[in-house]
């Protein structure tokens, strides 16, 4: 399975973002989905993860009330709403399928990563 992300780009403190994520092979479908952000000189960090199906969802505190992550299957794409963004959410962002259904924030859980998407916030 590839992943393309894409929807990064530069955006004032306050603004909106849409992040889309589209892999090449319906299989994905079966599988949680997950996005996972690095700035520079840190961690790649857990962000956001949907399970199959979207009945479940979870989030980094960080980012719980600014970000919603959904998915279509019949699109095979998963989304990462950002609004209310601020500096600190400067990063390049990762989307990722899970080895299985459930959502899930461990990074070793995850078998197939996108190259990823830079957001970078304006103060």
């Known amino acids: 399975v590839q992943l393309q992300a894409f929807g990064g780009g530069l955006v004032q403190t306050g603004g909106s973002l849409r992040l889309s994520c589209v892999a090449s092979?319906?299989?994905?479908?079966?599988?949680?989905w997950g996005w996972f952000r690095q700035a520079p000189g840190k961690e790649r960090e857990f962000v956001a993860s949907?399970?199959?199906?979207?009945?479940?969802?979870n989030y980094a505190d960080s980012v719980k009330g600014r970000f919603t992550i959904s998915r279509d299957d019949a699109k095979g794409t998963a989304y990462l709403q950002m609004n209310s963004l601020k500096p600190e959410d400067t990063a390049v962002y990762y989307c990722?399928?899970?080895?299985?259904?459930?959502?899930?924030?461990?990074?070793?859980?995850?078998?197939?990563w996108g190259r990823g998407t830079l957001v970078t916030v304006s103060s």
């Open positions: 949907i399970s199959w199906r979207g009945g479940s969802t």
């Open positions: 990722a399928v899970a080895r299985s259904s459930g959502i899930t924030s461990r990074r070793d859980s995850y078998q197939y």
């Open positions: 092979k319906r299989t994905a479908s079966n599988n949680a």
